[in-house]
């Protein structure tokens, strides 16, 4: 797996300590504090001679300030200059220069930097590391039009990035519904990003249409358009009806979480029901442990103990009683059974949780 010059100089950076330390070669903190005009004499020691026009054309037609580095890198330097340290200069002399003069020019580095500011702000300020990730997500759409990529994998592997779009276009649906508890916007964007995702890319593969297709029911629940919602999962589990998720998602969103949010067990419980009738359907036993919950919820240990006894049955463990349940990792098994990651599967969507 390939993987792309402004990955390794993060993760070098990081190992080499700040500025000052007696680093052994130079990072991006080290050109960002240099002039327009230095960065360029800086160039100008390896025999490559531009101005701002000249750059320009070199990058015009680029994705990357890699590629470019690596054309002058071909052309200009020895191999001896290709070995030393200081060649790192190249790159960092055209990266920040772009950065500085086209930002709002979509490249590999900028898109990867978006992205890496988004994982930083999670933790203190979800609603702006949105906000940079949909920033982050226009730069996608420009780079697929720009380089005529139609799917995921292609994307990839022509932009290496520190997460792969595969595994971060996930993480940005999670992220967009958690901040959409507070900022109905996020919502919209849920579904947009959804839409875009599954017209666009045409190997997205089951797991990935079927979390967006969730998602973008849940938004349009979260928003208040249940009927928008209802009609969305009607025509999905028509098509397929074994989707046991489908129906689990679809339930959930009748019991949204929070003890005071208002639920409605009943309805819940009927599209459950729907779901465990449907012969040969998937994940039967984490439809059976939702169903054992709802039990439990609404004050019938006994039924909850036979779905319990069902989803032990069928070959997984039910999920744990709302009175025990134990706080899941993101990237920790669910507690549903399902086998799926936490975040990949009833995070924010478990009655209770």
Not at 296 to 316: C, K, S
Request: proline share 6%.
């Amino acid at each position: 797996m390939e993987i792309s010059w402004v990955t390794i100089e993060r993760w070098a950076r990081e190992r080499a300590g700040p500025p000052g330390a007696g680093r052994a070669r130079p990072y991006r903190d080290d050109a960002e504090r240099l002039s327009d005009g230095q960065l360029l004499e800086k160039l100008s020691g390896f025999g490559i001679e531009l101005d701002r026009a000249g750059l320009e054309a070199l990058c015009q037609g680029a994705f990357s300030a890699q590629e470019v580095a690596a054309q002058l890198t071909s052309r200009y330097l020895t191999d001896a200059q290709k070995r030393a340290p200081e060649s790192d200069w190249v790159w960092l002399a055209v990266l920040t220069l772009w950065q500085r003069w086209w930002p709002a020019k979509p490249c590999l580095e900028t898109l990867d930097d978006k992205i890496q500011d988004g994982y930083a702000a999670l933790r203190e300020d979800p609603v702006a590391a949105t906000d940079r990730w949909l920033d982050a997500w226009s730069d996608v759409l420009a780079l697929c039009d720009a380089a005529g990529i139609t799917m995921i994998a292609a994307f990839d592997a022509r932009f290496p990035l520190t997460q792969s779009l595969y595994n971060w276009s996930q993480d940005l649906e999670m992220e967009l519904g958690n901040a959409g508890h507070d900022d109905p916007e996020k919502l919209r964007a849920r579904i947009t990003v959804g839409e875009q995702v599954m017209r666009r890319f045409t190997d997205c593969d089951q797991l990935m249409i079927e979390n967006w297709r969730r998602a973008i029911a849940e938004a349009w629940f979260g928003l208040g358009d249940t009927g928008k919602a209802d009609e969305l999962y009607r025509g999905w589990l028509d098509a397929v009806p074994a989707w046991g998720f489908g129906w689990i998602g679809w339930a959930s969103c009748y019991m949204p979480p929070g003890k005071s949010t208002p639920k409605t067990y009943q309805r819940a419980e009927d599209l459950l029901r729907q779901g465990y009738a449907v012969s040969g359907v998937r994940d039967r036993d984490a439809v059976a442990g939702w169903l054992r919950l709802v039990c439990e919820e609404t004050g019938r240990p006994q039924e909850a103990r036979d779905f319990a006894r069902q989803a032990a049955a069928i070959g997984a463990p039910a999920p744990p009683s709302p009175a025990r349940k134990a706080k899941a990792g993101r990237n920790e098994p669910c507690p549903c059974g399902s086998g799926k990651k936490y975040k990949k599967c009833c995070l924010f969507n478990q009655a209770g949780v």
